[in-house]
């Protein structure tokens, strides 16, 4: 992997890269420089054709909690806990990554 503000794209390249088009229902056109979905095929049922880029980790994550709240579906605070929770989680899983794939 690149270096930390790479991470997420790195990320979901490396995700992208394991589904199909036609996995996706998405008819194959053409000669693809590389393996998997383009990241315009990655899109929300909602927004057809809409992608959205992130820079970091934290980005992503304040737009969301932004968006949940916004929407009625969560409060800000069980959001922000959700995040220290999902922090949580992230630092043991890194920290017992040996143990999680031997």
Do not use: C
Not at 6 to 29: F, K, M, W
């Amino acid at each position: 992997m690149s270096d930390e503000s790479n991470l997420l794209g790195d990320y979901v390249r490396a995700r992208r890269e394991l589904v199909t088009p036609e996995q996706a229902g998405i008819p194959s056109v053409g000669v693809r420089r590389v393996p998997g979905l383009r990241r315009e095929e990655l899109t929300s049922p909602t927004a057809p054709g809409v992608t959205r880029t992130y820079t970091t980790w934290k980005v992503l994550t304040d737009e969301n909690v932004d968006a949940r709240v916004w929407s009625g579906i969560h409060t800000r605070s069980a959001d922000q806990a959700g995040v220290r929770l999902g922090r949580q989680v992230a630092a043991y899983a890194l920290r017992h990554a040996a143990r999680l794939f031997s």
